[in-house]
């Protein structure tokens, strides 16, 4: 699978929602290197205060409106971001094969998670992670938004302190 070229798509999604004022979040279900699904971060212009619709969450939920009967262990997960606890555990739990991140979430990201310590419905997942694909191109989004002074969401947190410092 051709990682650049679904990372690149996954990019696009983020830059839209750049775009829109929203965090530079983007993700993009692929399966047999087709994209079934796509999804980018809602909710975190100034007073919207959601922390549901995460890029993932919209994908999956996108997916699910799919009538194909698919394996969704063949399915990757491209994520501009490390997915956050929430959002790791709703792909272990749609049975994702594999995430591929770009920029880690050093705030909130999930896939440290040790997997064996948690309950059987987490410790038998067999989904793999691979992070840093194409992470300077997804750092340089997260910079612009941080140094936006119009953007409020997690503006002092330790992720910009963290972004803006690279």
Known sequence: MDYRFFMKK???QAE???????????CVLVY???????GSRRGT????????DHAEMVAL?????????????????????????MCYAALII?????????YEDV??????CELSRLKPLYRNSPVRVLAGVMRAESL??????????ANSYLKQSFLAEYTLGL
């Open 107 to 112: 705030m909130g990201g999930g896939t440290g």
């Open 45 to 52: 212009i100034e007073g919207a205060g959601n922390e549901i």
């Open 61 to 85: 939920r996108r997916l699910i409106e799919i009538e194909n009967k698919i394996d969704p262990g063949k399915i990757t997960a491209f994520c501009t971001m490390e997915p956050c606890l």
């Open 10 to 12: 996954t990019l696009d």
């Open 16 to 26: 839209q929602a750049l775009s829109e004022g929203e965090f530079p979040v983007g």
């Open 94 to 102: 749609s049975g994702v094969g594999e995430i591929v991140f770009a």
């Open 32 to 38: 047999e290197a087709e994209i079934l699904a796509t």
């Open 140 to 149: 340089k989004l997260f910079k612009t938004y941080f140094s936006n002074p």
